[in-house]
Structure formats: C-alpha cells, structure tokens
C-alpha cells in the first residue's frame, strides 16, 4: 500500500495524480448515476423479498455491501463473476491498514494482496492485449506516455486498479450501513428528513463527520519535524485520529451529539492533495440509498444492533438486522 496514491508524496504524487485526471466529475458522475439508481432499486427489491419471505433482513449484507462493491467492479469493467471474490478479498486486505492487526489477521492480509496483486498483473496485461473505452485501458495508454518502460508503465495502471478496488467498496459500504442504522435510531430526524429531502445531502455529512468509515490514517514522516509541539523523528510512524478530529469540540458543536441539521464539516475524505478521488462516487451512492429509502420503505425498523466486524480503523459493520415497521 505503500506505493498506491495515498501514501505518495511530490513529485512523485503529482505525475500519478495527474496521470488519472478527475475521476468521478461532472461527467463522470453523470454517466454512472443511471447505473447506481438502476443497482439501488434491485438490490432494495431483494430487500423487499426477503423481508416478505423472512420478516427479517441483513440490510448489509443486501444492500450496503452490494452497492459500491458492483457499482467498482462494473466502473472498472471486471467481469460479473469476480464481483464477489473482490468483495471478499477487499473485506481480508485491509487489516494490513489497521491500528494494531494481529497475527492472523495479517496473514489474511497478506494471503488477498497476493491474490489481489495477481488477478490485477494478469487483468492489466488482457487489457493491453486487448484495450478497450474502460478506465484501466484508458490508463495504459495515458502510462505509455509518461513511462517508456511498458513495464513501469503497467505496474502504475496495477497500482490505481488495486487503490480503487480496495479503497471504494470498503469505506462506502460502512458509511451506507452506518447512515441507514442512526438514521433509524434517530425517528424524529429521519421524519424531518422526509420532509426536507433537500437536506439529503447534509445528511450524509453528518454521517461521515459522526462516524467516519474510516478513524484512522498512518503515516510515515519523511524527515524529522514537529508536529502539533510533538517532536516526530523521521521514519517514524504517525497515526492520524480521523475519529477523534470529526468530534474536536474546538470545531464542533456538541460534538457528541447526531444532528443532520448541522453544516457538517469533517476530515473523512482527508484533504489538501491527499482528498479522496472516489468522494463524488461515495457521496453519490449513499443519497441514492437514502432516497430510495425514504421512498420504497418509510417504516423499516431496527431488529437487533449491528455487529461490527473487529477492527479499529476501517471500521466496517458485518450486519444490520432490520424489519418492516
């Protein structure tokens, strides 16, 4: 991971960033918004299903952990039968970017960025094989013109393929699970909500200011310095508190305290060079789930709290039982 965008500096980070221009624009977005709405209302029919079947449903399992993982794997062209496994090996690779990841936890790591590594060497290579309108051709050809090295060139467009498989569906299906559960243990907000559905929008920041999917970024100092009158040496790690700076009272109000009313500011898209590209697509995702909520189920209700999965920084909820009100 050390070699993907995030942890890149300048001028290193300038030519990648740079090489893969605005991801989900404008444009881009409007492109995809078709396909997000058209996956949102298939996968609330199969909540639908079973909550008629069942009376009870995993909204986690059948929404939030579908949605950005098919809305990824069809963005970046992969076919419809890796859809799954990807999803399955983005859930094992990220405890290498946990605070304090065990033994076994890091040997599941290890295991999926292998496995992650080969499926995305092997894709790269079809594809300039057979290049296509896709993002991961379209990157290849902007790559062979930076790198006269083919090889430099593919390992680069391996690098974006493998940061935004592992860096979209993870986070974003955490925040989905997360809006959708304080959203329906605060009622009284969430009527208000249906009444001011322009307000959809802050919704969801109040979600990521409240409960960043993400609490903690690491980073590794390039030189010594000082930070915040800490002395930090050079090499050494730092762990940025994303969590603990959403709730900072010096910037917030009752910090403590879920308001979707608030102008929510936060840092759980990080920011300065560093903001996250997929933050349109996350955004986009997240009031298409909360739209369509308020329009096809008003009374779903809460059966049981959610289980979270054992992590610290990625956090990510494993279930989220819920009935028909």
């Known amino acids: 991971m050390g070699r993907t965008l995030p942890a890149l500096n300048p001028p290193h980070h300038t030519r990648v960033r740079q090489s893969i221009g605005n991801l989900f624009d404008r444009n881009s977005l409007e492109a995809t918004k078709d396909s997000v709405e058209r996956t949102t209302e298939r996968l609330f ?14 909204f986690s399992s ?27 090996l983005t859930h094992h690779q990220v405890f ?26 092997e894709l790269v290579a079809k594809r300039r094989a057979e290049p296509g309108d896709d993002p991961i051709s379209t990157w290849l050809r902007t790559w062979d013109g930076i790198e006269s ?3 430099k060139a593919d390992e680069a467009v391996y690098l974006l393929a493998l940061l935004v498989v592992l860096a979209a569906p993870e ?21 208000w909500l249906r009444a001011h559905p322009q307000h959809l929008p802050d ?3 109040e979600v990521l200011r409240y409960d960043s999917p993400n609490h903690i970024i690491s980073r ?28 900072d009272p010096a910037q917030h109000s009752e910090p403590d305290v879920f308001n979707i009313r608030r102008r929510a500011t936060h840092l759980s898209f990080s920011g300065g060079i560093h903001y996250c590209l997929g933050a349109p697509l996350a955004r986009l ?18 059966s049981s709290p959610p289980v979270w999965a054992p992590r610290v920084g990625f956090r990510r909820i494993a279930s989220l039982g819920v009935v028909a009100g």
């Open 149 to 151: 090295d083919p090889a």
């Open 62 to 88: 059948l929404v939030s952990e579908e949605l950005p993982s098919l809305t990824i794997c069809e963005w970046l062209g992969l076919p419809i039968e890796d859809y799954a496994l990807m999803r399955d």
């Open 45 to 58: 029919d199969r909540l639908a299903q079973e909550l008629r079947e069942n009376g009870e449903a995993d």
């Open 171 to 191: 986070t974003t299906s955490t925040l989905i699970s997360t809006m959708v559960w304080l959203l329906l243990e605060h009622p009284l907000q969430l009527e």
């Open 220 to 247: 590794v100092a390039g030189e010594d310095t000082t930070l915040g009158g800490v002395r930090v040496s050079k090499d050494q790690m730092v762990h940025l508190m994303i969590g603990a700076a959403n709730h």
């Open 285 to 302: 995702e997240a009031t298409t789930v909360l739209s369509t909520l308020l329009r096809r189920m008003p009374s779903l209700r809460i």
């Open 203 to 205: 919704a969801v920041e």
């Open 96 to 121: 290498a970017q946990e605070l304090l990841p065990s033994p076994s936890q890091l040997a599941l790591s290890d295991t999926a960025t292998l496995r992650l590594q080969e499926y995305f060497v």
